[in-house]
């Protein structure tokens, strides 16, 4: 044992520099490993945990009126022209709280149901104004959380006491990706009224968390509460919380509650159960935890393929001192253990301390990540994690360092002392320089790589990988950062730059000039609309024309063309198993039509819940709609904000709410920004650093196997200059191969990385561009920095005197 | 003859050359404050004991490696001052170098071992593949031979490749240290004979050698000894092994303690 330990000691230092680009490379896959591991493990348990610790409910279905709200019944004999609260007949009060009562029953009396509670709160479409600089609208509800309630708690996580006017107590989300600090104002546009809180709160709920569901929560103290309900008593919601029976499947929980309450002839505006909720909110952790696996399985690679080829040179640079040692009495064994244990002693060491830096990193990503799921997340050291990383990749590195020095057994010392080649080294004279045409630098090259394909082989397979990764990054930039569009609108509905609502008589006229304004490029009457389907209520995208539209939602079909067709969301296709071709029914207040089915369409933020129709579709269940909404589209998006004050001066009368839509997503793209920021960085450094350490190690150790060959060259003549591009050059036609083979066969595979990504979100269509153009600009600025690293690597040539092939 | 050699060009002269190596702690002064003057077309042996320094001074005087001090005149121009890179230059230009070891490069076959230097200067490729067929046979090197890989070949087969390489630019100066010792005497006499050829067309031969028939080629033969010239003697132009020759080097030898 001992014999080996001063063996390997002498191993270890014999090559620092090569020990020390292993221990980097290793660093690097236990740091990415121990990251994906720690969020896939902690993320999910961290997320069960928060929902069992406030008693979230698993599912959850609002329901249009309440127990407090003055009972109304739509009255159809009431003259239309004036659409106010007249229109609506008071009804008996005792009878809807009878019916809630009634339904609430019935529900907890279904199958698989552990606990049913019903709160009361208002539900509106509400804009935030100055949502992170700009006005955000979100469909909120707003509880009073004063009111005792078991299931789905809060959990208060800063909170200031002192007496403000209008306190409210806002999610996490809102607070820390809308920036809102305690004692802010946070102004809520409510169609033409504003209403001003104070923040005195932040809190922590598992029922909503983000904005990915298309609902989010805000809570007030009852005083502010019982004065905000005042007026918008209309409003009111009727929260139905259910929490199921261990194992019982959520969806058809849902499924069951909404056909019990639709059946009631209740209109249902919300559903959502737990795993959808988790789906949406875990998105960007889930994502980030694929790509990081990704690249800890290619670093790790990397550093296997590397660590053999080092192995195996040593053997072939020194099988004539292992034969001596041989001959001297080591055993096989011993010399494998003596080869195998600084690789051994350095994977220990920075696998244990790229762990480390893990837990350093961690906090950054953790604080993108928790903005988007929207809860407040911990992370601890994760025992179970490290032990993988390090029994994984210590494991890997003794499996492969064994397999490329077991040869060392087989050697027998006459051999090694003689100097004879075991290997089936070809002894073929490549390009021969009396027959072949060419510069004779270029041959030599050419030589060179012949006579060092193996490494050839080593720096073809890594930057081929490379390449994928860094196109994979380039494409994620390209259409996240250059193009956002195209990433946005695969996440996003219609787009606008502005948009318009005005009276429905003024409408028209304007619509007119507004077309003809020179900054304008086009201008849409576009609107989401609410239906009725099988009595919930779904919203429905009412364009004059599809074709016109810049985001096309729908991925099988097509869109509505005539009056009696329709687009249908993937999941209301899935949940009625709607075919295309089939017709489906659609009320409005009474009214109702038959449509065809022509098209699936997709969409994140409504979770394919949602509809298409014409125009004049829509216009066979309501003709009568007050208001008229204009999509306009800018040739300067940039201008959106003095557009918008134009046309308020232009169209004061008529106006009644515009949206500075562009402002808006790119809001909702600087969530994704940040991350892919961070993504796309990390790729390239990771890319080009991986690129220096094998070009590193391979050249480092050409340099030392072909010492004696460079001092020859020397000594007949040869200058620096001309041996640096030799060396240089036996990798570049490599590198060229596969770095731009890579590129050109990542615009036909990227495609498909990318669907399987997209689809892991429930996108079935993606607008993502494979540009070929920025594939290959991430193409050659890797090609030029391997060439450049390798010319700066082959630099030691110089302090390599003709002389020292003397001493040797 | 002193006088008639006088008159001789010097292509190097060398002032006050030191060489030392520092093995650890201890300072090895293997050449000593060696002046030394070698006479443009002659045929200049150096002998002395193994471990003499005979090697070192060859490479010193061929730019292969640097002094310690002193200095090297070139045609008249400062060796020591030149960069590596111009170093590699006056080499593939001036020097033809036979090694002890011979050092041929891997990899490769014969004949490309010798193009790799001659296709250096940029002459005519065909020239150069002409030229190099030539030497090889002048040094009796079969043809199928030529075409096998230096480490397929015998000692002396490498020898003699060694030797063409060294011969293919037409140095001014060939430098060739111990180029006969792993040939047989038939071999090593057609070496030799391309040696005294090479030296007839008027190129200058520096020649490390521990044999004696070897050294009855030279115009002129040095001793070396403690890091200094400690002997030199003139046998005059090589026509053929005359008694007289034999019998002045045998002295000589003899004098400097052999
Ligand atoms: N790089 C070196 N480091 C230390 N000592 C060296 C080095 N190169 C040569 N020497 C020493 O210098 C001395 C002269 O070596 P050199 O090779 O010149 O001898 P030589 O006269 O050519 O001998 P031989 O006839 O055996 O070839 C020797 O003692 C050798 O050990
Ligand atoms: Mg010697």
């Given amino acids: 044992m001992k014999k080996i330990w001063v063996l390997a000691k002498h191993n270890l230092k014999k090559e620092k520099g090569q020990y020390m680009a292993f221990g980097i490379i290793l660093l690097m896959t236990a740091l990415i490993l121990n990251i994906a591991l720690v969020l896939l493990f902690q993320m999910d348990k961290a997320y069960d945990k928060k929902f069992d610790e406030l008693d979230t409910a698993n599912v959850n279905v609002i329901v249009a009126g309440g127990k407090s709200q003055p009972v109304v019944e739509y009255n159809v004999n009431i003259d239309k022209e004036t659409k106010t609260t007249e229109q609506f007949e008071i009804v008996e009060e005792a009878k809807i709280t009878e019916r809630l009562d009634e339904i609430e029953k019935e529900i907890s009396q279904l199958e698989n149901v552990e606990k049913v509670e019903v709160l009361e709160a208002i539900f509106l479409n509400a804009i935030v104004k100055d949502f992170r600089g700009t006005d955000f609208d979100m469909n909120t509800v707003f509880y009073n959380m004063d009111e005792t309630h078991e299931l789905n708690r809060l959990e208060i996580i800063r909170e200031d006491k002192t007496e403000v006017k209008n306190p409210i107590y806002l999610p996490l989300y809102i607070a820390e990706f809308g920036q809102f600090d305690l004692g802010d104002t946070i102004v809520y546009q409510i169609e033409e009224e504003k209403v001003e809180f104070t923040v005195a709160g932040v809190v922590q709920e598992m029922q909503y968390g983000n904005l990915g569901n298309g609902i989010i929560g805000v809570y007030l103290p009852k005083e502010t509460y019982t004065e905000f309900v005042k007026g918008r008593e209309m409003c009111h919601v009727t929260v139905f919380s259910a929490q199921t029976k261990e194992q019982a499947d959520s969806e058809k929980m849902m499924d069951s509650i909404t056909s019990l309450l639709t059946d009631a002839d209740e209109s249902v505006l919300f559903s959502g159960y737990d795993r959808a909720n988790k789906q949406v909110r875990t998105m960007v952790c889930n994502l980030l935890v694929v790509i990081l696996a990704a690249f800890a399985v290619i670093v790790l690679l990397v550093s296997l393929l590397l660590c053999r080829e080092r192995i195996q040179n040593r053997i072939e640079a020194e099988m004539t001192d292992m034969g001596v040692l041989k001959a001297l009495g080591y055993t096989g064994n011993g010399i494998i253990a003596a080869m195998m244990l600084p690789y051994g002693i350095v994977g220990i060491l920075t696998i244990v301390f790229g762990i480390g830096i893990s837990y350093i990193l961690l906090p950054v990503l953790v604080s993108v990540i928790q903005l988007q799921a929207g809860f407040w997340l911990t992370i601890g050291f994760d025992a179970i994690g490290a032990l993988i990383v390090v029994v994984l990749l210590l494991g890997m590195v003794f499996f492969f360092t064994y397999f490329a020095a077991r040869k060392i057994k087989k050697l027998q010392p006459i051999w090694a002392i003689r100097g004879i080649s075991q290997g089936k080294i070809s002894r073929k004279n490549v390009f021969a320089l009396q027959t072949t045409k060419g510069n004779v630098h270029l041959l030599l090259a050419g030589k060179n790589m012949y006579a060092a394909a193996r490494q050839n082989l080593l720096l073809f397979l890594v930057l081929f990988v490379l390449t994928i990764l860094i196109s994979f990054a380039g494409v994620l930039f390209y259409n996240v950062m250059v193009e956002p569009d195209n990433f946005m609108s695969t996440l996003a509905e219609e787009s606008p730059d502005a948009v318009l609502t005005m009276n429905a008589e003024d409408g028209k006229g304007h619509k007119e000039v507004i077309e003809n304004m020179e900054q304008v490029s086009n201008v849409l009457e576009y609107s989401i609309e609410t239906v009725q389907l099988d009595k919930e209520e779904v919203p429905v995208f009412v364009c004059e024309d599809f074709n016109e539209v810049t985001n096309d939602l729908c991925y099988e079909g097509k869109n509505p063309e005539n009056d009696d067709e329709i687009a249908i969301g993937n999941e209301i296709a899935q949940n009625g198993s709607y075919e295309i071709g089939d017709s489906i029914t659609l009320t409005v207040e009474g009214k109702s039509a038959s449509y065809k089915i022509v098209g699936f369409l997709q969409s994140v933020n409504y979770q394919g819940k949602l509809l298409e129709l014409t125009k004049e579709g829509y216009e066979k269940i309501c003709t009568e709609n007050p208001y008229i909404t204009l999509y306009v589209y800018l040739n300067e998006k940039e201008q959106t904000e003095s557009f918008l004050e134009l046309a308020e001066d232009n169209f004061e009368d008529g106006i009644v709410t515009t949206v500075n839509f562009y402002e808006k997503s790119k809001t909702s793209q600087e969530l994704y920004a940040g991350i892919v920021q961070i993504v796309v960085l990390a790729v390239f450094l990771l890319t080009i650093l991986i690129a220096l350490l094998i070009l590193f190690i391979l050249i480092r150790s050409l340099l030392v196997q072909r010492r004696q060959e460079l001092g020859i060259y020397k000594a007949i003549g040869y200058s620096n200059r001309q041996l640096m591009f030799q060396m240089a050059g036996s990798f570049l036609p490599t590198a060229f191969v596969a770095i731009f083979g890579s590129a050109v066969l990542g615009k036909f595979m990227m495609p498909t990385i990318y669907n399987g990504i997209f689809s892991m979100i429930g996108v079935m269509k993606h607008h993502c561009e494979i540009s070929a153009g920025i594939l290959l600009l991430f193409a050659g600025v890797l090609f030029v920095a391997t060439f450049f690293i390798s010319m700066v690597l082959s630099m030691p040539i110089k302090k390599i005197s003709a002389y020292a092939l003397i001493k040797e | ?258």
């Fill in chain 2, 1 to 258: 003859m002193q006088h008639k050699q006088k008159e001789k060009k010097a292509i190097i002269t060398v002032k006050g050359l030191q060489k030392s190596f520092s093995t650890g702690e201890v300072e090895q002064v293997i050449i000593n404050n060696l002046d030394l003057d070698i006479y443009e077309g002659d045929f200049t042996i150096i002998m002395g004991s193994s471990g003499a320094g005979k090697s070192t001074l060859m490479y010193a005087l061929s730019g292969m490696d640097r002094p310690s001090g002193g200095r090297i005149l070139f045609d008249g121009k400062d060796i020591t001052e030149y960069k590596d890179d111009e170093l590699a230059v006056f080499r593939r230009k001036n020097c033809g170098f036979v090694f002890q070891q011979i050092y041929l490069l891997e990899k490769m076959s014969l004949m490309d071992n010798v193009l790799t230097t001659g296709f250096l200067t940029g002459e005519k490729k065909n020239n150069v593949i002409k030229r190099a067929e030539d030497l090889f046979d002048k040094v009796n090197l079969p043809k199928i031979t030529r075409k096998k890989n230096s480490s397929q070949i015998s000692g002396g087969e490498a020898q003699r490749v060694g030797i063409v390489r060294a011969l293919i630019n037409r140095p001014k100066v060939v430098f060739a240290d111990e180029p006969t010792g792993a040939l047989n005497s038939n071999n090593s006499d057609a070496v030799l004979d391309v040696f005294s050829k090479v030296h007839e067309e008027g190129q200058s031969i520096i020649m490390v050698t521990h044999d004696k028939k070897t050294a009855l080629r030279a115009d002129r033969i040095i001793y070396l000894k403690d890091g200094k010239i400690f002997g030199e003697c003139l046998l005059g132009n090589y026509q053929k092994e005359d008694v007289e020759r034999t019998r002045k080097l045998n002295q000589f030898l003899e004098e400097m303690g052999w």
